[in-house]
């Protein structure tokens, strides 16, 4: 059974989602990539080329996920929501939960080869390239949002803010919405 | 000087530590990684300051959520294949719950005038705080490149940018862009040690 459809606005003229492929994609992205946010670029890739996701819901479920409790990654568990409900939800959280076992692995054979230098520029590059990929998506969500002075002034101050790490991520997000609310 | 954590823990207790410290993680990586260090190394003497922060290094190149792969850890070291259960159960269920019925509130009021309202200033902001978290992944690196030498600054900075421009000008799959870049400073790396030219 289907659960109901949250979003009238939601892209969806691919068909609806395949929770099977949602799963294998996001299980993809999360394997393929380190911290919470590294999973961002290729979901976004791969959903929105499929319309199940628009670049909204990707904004909306990153602001979901950095004022509730827990790691930033369960930003992961709102998309799934947008896309398909509590199923949703947990088919993501299935997704993010299985790669980081393999750090058991990880722990095994770096023992092993922590002095290898090719086992350190790996782990460079995959960071280093996340950030790059992780940029233009940044870039793609801000032009949806729309480039005025406002929404361009709104993200230089909590990225200022954010930087000083004196202010809590919620404390932010609070203002900003006071600020979205007072100035419409 | 050993910690206490050679002995298994009961369940009960792993789980009920970890579910506060579900509870208690609002704002993201950081301040949970405080909590978790604090009730870790401090409180429950699981392991020594030494151990969890070799253990964090490690998460770093884990796959996947780096702070899942902290609690695999220690649930392993306090209790073994349950007490990696315990561990994940208690700190997921409280945020995963909230996250779900926080997502579902929002999905009620989101065409709300006031929600729309309220969003141009959300997510501007969330964008700004991404490039916050960016901005502390680069920074580190730099840094190492920098000390390294010209040649390392060079092919980091492709890396970096090149993995932009392979998504954004050519349009190439997001994992093409990560593995390209993670092979080539993995050869460069290890060509720079060949040479003999590791910095001191």
């Known amino acids: 059974m289907r659960s109901p459809r949250l979003d009238k606005n939601a892209a969806r003229d691919d068909g609806s989602v395949n929770p099977l492929t949602y799963f294998l994609l996001a299980l993809k992205a999360s394997l393929f990539s380190t911290g919470g946010f590294g999973n961002i670029p290729s979901l976004h890739d791969d959903l929105l080329s499929r319309h199940w996701a628009t670049e909204r819901n990707f904004a909306e479920a990153l602001a979901v996920g950095q004022i509730s409790p827990g790691p930033n990654g369960l930003w992961i568990i709102s998309l799934g929501y947008f896309l398909n409900g509590v199923p949703g939800a947990l088919l993501s959280l299935a997704a993010i939960m299985i790669p980081p076992f393999l750090i058991l692995g990880v722990e095994w054979l770096y023992h092993k080869t922590k002095h290898h230098p090719a086992v350190e520029g790996f782990v460079r590059g995959l960071a280093l390239s996340t950030v790059g990929v992780f940029a233009v998506v940044l870039h793609r969500l801000l032009s949806d949002i729309g480039f005025n002075p406002r929404t361009l002034l709104i993200c230089a101050a909590s990225l200022a803010i954010g930087l000083t790490k004196k202010v809590p991520v919620v404390a932010v997000l609070l203002a900003a919405a006071a600020v979205g609310l007072i100035f419409r | ?200």
């Not at chain 2, 502390?136 to 040649?151: S, W």
Request: aromatic letters at 8%.
């Open chain 2, 1 to 200: 000087m050993k910690s206490e954590g050679s002995q298994p823990r009961p369940l009960t207790r792993i789980f009920s530590v970890w579910f506060r410290l579900g509870i208690q993680s609002f704002g993201g990586g950081v301040a949970t990684l405080a909590l978790i260090r604090r009730a870790a190394v401090d409180n429950e003497r699981w392991v020594t300051d030494l151990e969890f922060t070799n253990y964090w290094a490690i998460c770093q190149i884990a796959p996947g959520i780096n702070l899942f792969a902290l609690t695999i850890l220690l649930g392993r070291k306090t209790g073994g294949a349950l007490g990696i259960f315990a561990a994940l159960a208690g700190l997921l269920f409280p945020s995963i719950t909230i996250t779900i019925l926080m997502t579902a509130a929002y999905a009620k009021i989101r065409h709300a005038p006031a929600t729309q309202a309220a969003l141009h200033g959300v997510l501007p902001a969330t964008i700004g705080l991404g490039l916050v978290a960016t901005i502390q992944i680069v920074r580190p690196l730099a840094v190492v490149a920098h000390k390294e030498g010209f040649d390392t600054l060079l092919i980091s900075a492709l890396a970096l940018v090149g993995s932009g421009a392979a998504i954004a000008i050519w349009h190439l799959p997001v994992i093409v862009a990560l593995i390209g870049s993670a092979v080539l400073c993995a050869l460069h790396a290890w060509i720079r040690t060949l040479r003999g030219t590791t910095a001191p």
